[in-house]
């Protein structure tokens, strides 16, 4: 089965850049989703299809895909990002072709 | 406003069944593709299962093959997952949520879930 395979944790400055990557083989030939979850919350998609950006997120939030790692990146990081952040993909040549990341803790120092 | 609520949940012995319900609302259910997602207490999320539009195509994963099965009603608006011979690692937060596009696409809209719990 696919797997995908993300960092437990990161930690980054307000104001600062947050980078969290997916590894997949070959996950560039695949399109990724990313979610945000905070405490006591269901998920909240922030990225689509690699790059879109579903409406109400903001334009910090962005995304890239290629080759063997799915990027998402926060710019001018808030308090208020703090949350565990979820990629998932679909595996069309599984069986049970859905897949998420294990998560990442985003601290925001 | 897009709206799913779901239902069903609690405490099951092992062995025992369950069936969770999801109501949707604010848009039209028999054009999405829906899924079910699950959070284990402290846990990742874990694709569960998908349904196409009109039932005709279903997706598992391999842990509930032949144990879960998903369905949905399109006249009520209402997504089901039955779920049999429950074990203590089926105890999870049970989420149902709306596909946008296709069975490969993103859960746009998510509901609050439902927990369940499988112990004696």
């Known amino acids: 089965s696919y797997v995908l395979t993300q960092p437990p944790s990161v930690s980054v400055a307000p104001g600062k850049t947050a980078r969290i990557t997916c590894g997949g083989n070959?996950?560039?030939?695949?399109?990724v989703h990313w979610y945000q979850q905070k405490p006591g919350q269901a998920p909240i998609l922030v990225i689509y299809?690699?790059?879109d950006r579903p409406s109400g997120i903001p334009e910090r939030f962005s995304g890239s895909n290629s080759g063997n790692t799915a990027t998402l990146t926060i710019s001018r990081v808030e308090a208020g990002d703090e949350a565990d952040y979820y990629c998932?993909?679909?595996?069309?040549?599984?069986?049970?072709?859905?897949?998420f990341g294990g998560g990442t803790k985003l601290t925001v120092l | 406003e897009v709206q799913l609520v779901e239902s069903g949940g609690g405490l099951v012995q092992p062995g025992g069944s369950l069936r969770l319900s999801c109501e949707a609302s604010?848009?039209?259910?028999?054009?999405?593709?829906m899924s079910w997602v699950r959070q284990a207490p402290g846990k990742g999320l874990e694709w569960v299962a998908n349904?196409?539009?009109?039932?005709?195509?279903?997706y598992y994963v391999d842990s509930v093959k032949g144990r879960f099965t998903i369905s949905r009603d399109n006249a009520k608006n209402s997504l089901y997952l039955q779920m049999n011979s429950l074990r203590a690692e089926d105890t999870a937060v049970y989420y149902c949520?709306?596909?946008?596009?296709?069975?490969?696409?993103?859960?746009?809209?998510w509901g609050q879930g439902t927990l369940v719990t499988v112990s004696s």
């Open positions: 949520a709306r596909i946008l596009i296709a069975a490969a696409g993103p859960s746009d809209y």
């Open positions: 604010g848009f039209t259910f028999s054009s999405y593709w």
């Open positions: 349904i196409k539009q009109d039932g005709s195509e279903k």
């Open positions: 070959n996950i560039g030939s695949k399109s």
């Open positions: 299809y690699d790059s």
């Open positions: 998932q993909v679909w595996d069309s040549s599984s069986d049970h072709p859905g897949v």
